[in-house]
């Protein structure tokens, strides 16, 4: 039996001779549509593995949604591959439920907006697999390890793949710590927020906020955080594999972000971190206190 035949799509439970339930969760799910948007957001990854694959990488699929008439499927394709215009071109891999313009083992092409997830399993790790994830989480803990036995891999958080940019709050995060390996002061500096930084403290202290007060305390959290940063070890992130399983909207503009940072020799370390969209994009606020 195809991998493909064990991954899961919306909330239903369709019972198929000779293969697995499948399990389907609704688009509007919160999980899903996360789970969505964080496949395109490092899709460029999984286009870069494509043209050029590493040995390690045994396993690559892309999922796609498939329409007909109004009726809406995801499906996964496999042996995908991209035209110098970015369209899309693979066979589909799992025998579809809803739809009918399509069958297995069907070669077709597809609109690279009509994506929703990918993967790649690399020494046996799932990379990528967002809807897969969303899927797990959602499943009583006591369970998970029967679902990994049944689409058979062990689902760890992975490694994730954002730009170092500021179009994301986890890019923003990446720019900071690409700043700290390389001792660049200035870049770090850009890739944080020392005003929302100051409107938190003050809030939290119980004082009158006015904007004057704000502009000086930030000027004060700039100073301090560039003279422990150059005055003590930097901290290096050079070497380590990093995934963003959550995301915590506090406000529209305020958010935090998981961050795990897997270590050569297999360890990993779990933070949160305080970002905010501003005018120039998303930065980083800081740690966040899980005891407040």
């Not at 909330?11 to 499948?22: A, I, N, W």
């Not at 009158?208 to 003590?232: G, P, R």
């Not at 795990?260 to 905010?276: A, E, H, M, N, V």
Request: with cysteine; charged share 30%; proline share 3%.
């Amino acid at each position: 039996m195809g991998l493909l035949s064990k991954i899961f799509g919306k909330k239903k439970v369709v019972d198929r001779e000779g293969e697995p339930s499948m399990v389907y969760i609704p688009n509007e799910d919160e999980r899903m549509n996360w789970a969505i948007e964080k496949a395109n957001l490092t899709l460029w990854y999984f286009e870069e593995s494509l043209k050029n694959p590493k040995q390690y990488q045994n396993y690559l699929s892309i999922k796609v949604c498939i329409m007909d008439g109004e009726i809406g499927e995801h499906i996964w394709l496999v042996n995908p591959h991209f035209d110098d215009e970015g369209n899309l071109f693979g066979t589909v891999g799992n025998e579809p439920v809803d739809v009918k313009t399509v069958k297995l083992d069907q070669k077709i092409g597809v609109d690279r907006d009509f994506i929703s997830d990918w993967m790649i399993i690399e020494n046996g790790r799932l990379i990528g697999g967002y809807t897969l994830r969303a899927i797990r989480d959602g499943i009583p803990d006591d369970k998970k390890q029967e679902f990994d036995e049944s689409i058979g891999m062990y689902i760890d958080e992975g490694v994730d793949y954002f730009k170092a940019n500021f179009d994301t709050p986890e890019g923003a995060i990446l720019s900071l710590e690409n700043a700290y390996d390389e001792k660049n002061i200035e870049k770090a500096v850009v890739a944080k927020d020392f005003e929302t930084e100051a409107k938190m403290m003050l809030s939290r202290m119980g004082d009158i906020v006015d904007e004057e007060m704000i502009k000086q305390t930030a000027e004060v959290l700039e100073l301090s955080f560039v003279k422990h940063t150059t005055e003590n070890e930097w901290p290096n992130f050079s070497d380590l594999k990093r995934a963003f399983p959550h995301r915590e909207k506090v406000s529209d503009n305020y958010w935090i972000i998981t961050e795990i940072c897997w270590y050569p020799d297999g360890g990993r370390s779990f933070q949160k971190l305080g970002t905010s969209k501003t005018a120039d994009g998303w930065r980083v606020v800081g740690l966040v206190d899980d005891t407040e």
